[in-house]
């Protein structure tokens, strides 16, 4: 059963535009949100990443926003460049806990020229 | 800070060889490292958990005697794929997250990654 709903599975932007991926959770335990950055070939780097007790958080041109009523989280990537064409993951956990993250499906992000 | 090397970077084997991956946390000590399995535009998917000194939790579906993983010390995990078939290949990341200053408990850092072709 997956643990963390995220959508679109593939978003096209253009340059300088603003790349939206959303992620959804049902387990109420969940305290610690990250999205990962992946390019092929590679394996995933940590972006950013929230917890509950703050609804948005800012890294440069990486936002998270935090909906703790329904459940959802979201990455924002402002003035979208070539770049940062690549896959997204949400995931989640409780925090302090020997489990490991649950992933969303991921996102594929191509920012055209 | 919190480095994650693997070694090999890629490798290609023979069908009923055995392979081994290194997994090492090189600037700080891993409490506990996970190794996923990556499809072609797929998400990660967990293989297992190991927390240094004591045996790997497997997850369901996969194979421990095929899948061996040591956790020897706070800084190396090893997986071997063990009798590899050509079903096998795939790209296998590992990741770790441990206790040290500046590090959050909590966040998994992530290798580099194998590819495992399997002829």
């Known amino acids: 059963q997956q643990q963390v709903k995220q959508s679109p599975q593939s978003l096209i932007v253009q340059k300088g535009g603003i790349s939206i991926i959303n992620c959804a959770y049902e387990?109420?335990?969940?305290?610690?949100f990250p999205w990962y950055q992946q390019f092929p070939g590679k394996g995933p780097a940590l972006l950013i990443a929230?917890?509950?007790?703050?609804s948005e958080k800012k890294e440069g041109r990486f936002t998270i926003s935090f909906n703790k009523s329904a459940k959802q989280f979201s990455l924002h990537i402002m003035d979208s460049q070539p770049g940062d064409s690549a896959t997204y993951f949400c995931?989640?956990?409780?925090?302090?806990?020997?489990?490991?993250?649950?992933f969303g499906k991921g996102t594929s992000l191509l920012v055209t020229p | 800070g919190a480095v994650v090397s693997q070694h090999p970077s890629w490798v290609i084997c023979k069908s009923g060889t055995s392979v081994k991956i290194e997994c090492r946390s090189l600037d700080f000590q891993a409490t506990t490292m996970f190794w996923y399995r990556q499809f072609p535009k797929q998400s990660l998917m967990l293989m297992a958990t190991?927390?240094?000194?004591?045996?790997?939790?497997?997850e369901q579906g996969v194979e421990k005697d095929k899948f061996l993983i040591n956790h020897a010390s706070l800084t190396l995990s090893t997986l071997t794929v063990t009798s590899a078939h050509p079903e096998d290949s795939s790209f296998y990341i590992c990741?770790?997250?441990?206790?040290?200053?500046?590090?959050?408990?909590?966040?998994?850092?992530f290798g580099p990654g194998t590819r495992l072709t399997v002829l």
């Open positions: 190991s927390n240094e000194g004591s045996k790997a939790t497997y």
């Open positions: 995931a989640a956990k409780v925090s302090n806990s020997g489990y490991a993250l649950n």
């Open positions: 387990n109420t335990a969940f305290d610690y």
């Open positions: 990741s770790a997250k441990g206790l040290a200053g500046g590090i959050n408990p909590d966040t998994q850092y």
């Open positions: 929230i917890r509950p007790d703050v």
